[in-house]
Every structure is written in C-alpha cells, then in structure tokens.
C-alpha cells in the first residue's frame, strides 16, 4: 500500500517536472560568452545559405518556417543545453507567441519605425563603447557574425531592436488598457509592490493571449517534434 | 575666582567640541553594461549609472552616516533603450572588519521599471540606526545591485557593487 503511494507520488512528481522543464532551462538565465560565439558562428553560416522559406506549421495562420525553427533550435541547444526534443517544442512554442504578439502590435499600430528602432540601435551601441570588457565581447560577436560593426549596428540589430521594442510596446499597451479600465493603479515612480502589480497583470494578459494560439502544423514530422 | 573661571571657560570648550558637527558629502558612482542574449532578440546591452550620495556626520569621537540614498538610471533620454529591473540586494557598513547592525527601508526602494519608458531609478535608503562608529575607525559602506530581465539569459555577472570608505 505504502509502495504504491510513493510510486503514485514519484509518478505525479515526474509529471509536475516535465511540465516544468522547459521553462526551468530557460530561466536558468546564464550564458556562456563561448556558447554565445559559437552560436554566432552557427548564424552567420545559416545566413549564407538559401532563403528557402518551406513553412511547416502556421501560428494563428501566421507562417513558421522551417529554417528559423531549425536555427533557433541549435541556438538554444548551444546556449541553454537544451536536448534536442524540448529544444523544438521551446522555439516553437516561442516562435508562434512572438509572430502573434508582434502581429498584435502591427495591427494596433505600436509597432517601431525602423528609424526609431536605427536610434535604439545606435543607443545601445554609444551605451556599450562605455565598457571597455562589454566592447570586447559585443566587438567578438559581431565578428563571429561575419559583419562590420556598421552593419551590425545599423542593419543586423535594427531588426531584432525593431521586434523586441514593438512587443514591449504592445505589452505597455496592455498596462495602459489595465489603468484605463481602473485595474492597475496609475504610477509615476513604480515600487516594487506596483512593479509587481503590473508584470503579474501583464504576464496574465500575455499568458492568455499564448493559450488562444492555434499552431496548425503543415509538416508532420514537426508536429511529431512539437507534440513529443 | 580666576580658578573658578578658568574651569568654566574650559568646561564651555569642551561642551562646544562635543556638539561641533562636522559634515561632509560622500559618494561614489560606477557605471556597468550588463549583457543579455537571446535567440529571439540577439544580443543587448544595458549600460546602467549607479551612485551612492552619504551625508557624513564626525562628533568629537564619534562619526555617523546620517542620510544617504542610491541613485541610478539606464543611459540614454529616449524609451527605446530596453527594458530590466535594477535593484538593491543588500547595504553594508562596517567600522573596520566589524559589521554594523545597519538598518534601512527595502521596501521604499523604487527599483523595477517594466515599459519601455525612461527609466531612472531610485533608490532610498535612509538609514541612522546602528551606523554610529569611533571616529578612530575606518569605515566602509558597500552597495549590492542586481539586474535582471527574463527575456535574456546574463553574459557575465548581472550584480554590481558600489564601495565607499570614510
């Protein structure tokens, strides 16, 4: 009776962690500068080869190519250790959630300008040429990337800034909309009570909008990925 | 009666010296980049001031920190800097090796800054209790900060340190 109690427990507690694995890796939130470099590597290879855009699954019909999954999932293999089967089901996962929120942000037109997101650029760059150990390793990156610092600083990053700053834009949004409708205190200086406040709020909003996605897969050896 | 005098004027100095104050202004700013990575948004930068500014009060023997508060703020005017909390993990002051039982408020730190707005960040910390030390010591305060962002995993540490002595 007792031995059969501590399996069901060991069983539910095998359950409980799977459930959590995933997230756990990635918020283990270290990286190596040397994985980060070889991931470099592994991005400057792939943007040489051909722009194939096979789609293999759609997020709420937005296209998941098979070539950004197949990246970012040696990405995340190379930084985060992740083993290959919870690598895909991360990236895709992540990748269908992004497409959406900054699908969202287009459609409420919070999405940056690419001039805006030149000048985020530009700022990180005056912003990182203050640290002498920051330059070298974002100098180290840029040249395992295979580019000039101009390019990477006024091209490369203007897309990422772009993406990234358009969701916090569209995640700012959803705050506002929780102030508007007297849910979130309005705050000129946060503490860390209203700080709280609002990313629990915010994480909910976003945690909702992740649930609703509809990932339809096209290609059925990723839907064997993504579901394994 | 000179005698008499004599001791009064002496006692009079003596009172004067116990209650003259000496203030003085200490402070000490660094300025760090925090490094993030990530395979969705690449690899980001947060250059971040932070500063210590202490009031330094010496009695005749004895010296004490009497208000003091932690600045600190991402560079840069605009909102399109990103985004990441800073905060304080910690506020020692020792005279010499010996940890002073310090007291200050965590909860009036207004650290955590979420919207791509502009973000200055400050940080109070008025502490008086437990910091009075012998003027023959050296005293040090040292200053623990941390950043953070769940969207990116750290490149190198995300803690910092400010260090004063007096």
């Known amino acids: ?228 | 009666m000179k005698k008499i005098t004599c001791l009064l004027l002496t006692l009079l100095l003596l009172l004067s010296f116990n209650t003259a104050v000496f203030a003085d202004t200490i402070n000490t700013t660094n300025y760090k980049v925090f490094q993030g990575w990530s395979s969705d948004w690449g690899y980001w930068n947060w250059g971040i001031s932070s500063s210590y500014y202490g009031e330094l009060v010496t009695y005749l023997t004895t010296k004490i920190i009497s208000e003091h508060d932690v600045l600190a703020y991402i560079q840069g005017p605009n909102y399109d800097v990103g985004v990441g909390d800073y905060f304080m993990t910690s506020l020692t002051i020792k005279a010499d090796s010996t940890k002073l039982n310090t007291y200050y408020d965590l909860d009036s730190i207004n650290s955590d800054y979420i919207l791509p707005s502009p973000i200055y960040l400050y940080i109070f910390g008025g502490i008086e209790e437990g910091t009075n030390m012998s003027t023959s010591k050296q005293g040090n305060i040292t200053i623990s900060l941390a950043f953070q962002n769940s969207d990116f995993a750290a490149i190198g540490s995300w803690s910092n340190l400010l260090s004063k002595n007096f």
């Open chain 1, 1 to 228: 009776m007792q031995k059969n109690r501590v399996i069901s427990l060991f069983i539910a507690f095998s359950i409980l962690l799977s459930l959590f694995s995933v997230s756990a890796l990635r918020s283990s939130n270290v990286a190596d500068i040397n994985d980060i470099l070889k991931a470099a590597g592994i991005i400057k290879e792939n943007r040489q080869k051909q722009d194939d855009k096979i789609e293999v699954a759609t997020a709420n019909g937005i296209s998941l190519y098979k070539r950004e999954i197949e990246l970012k999932k040696d990405l995340s293999m190379i930084v985060f250790k992740l083993d290959e089967k919870d690598a895909y089901k991360d990236v895709i996962k992540g990748l269908a959630k992004n497409k959406v929120l900054y699908k969202m942000a287009e459609e409420e037109g919070l999405a940056l300008t690419m001039e805006e997101a030149l000048e985020a650029s530009l700022l990180q760059k005056d912003m990182v040429q203050q640290d002498e150990k920051a330059l070298e390793n974002m100098n180290s990156y840029i040249k395992a990337l295979g580019l000039t610092e101009d390019q990477y600083w006024t091209e490369y990053h203007v897309i990422e800034t772009q993406q990234y700053l358009s969701i916090e834009k569209l995640k700012e949004s959803i705050a506002n909309e929780g102030i508007e409708q007297g849910i979130l205190p309005k705050v000129k200086i946060h503490t860390k009570e209203t700080s709280k406040l609002y990313k629990d709020y915010i994480d909910k909003e976003i945690n909702e909008i992740e649930d609703n996605i509809v990932i339809e897969f096209i290609d059925e050896q990723y839907e064997e990925k993504f579901n394994n």
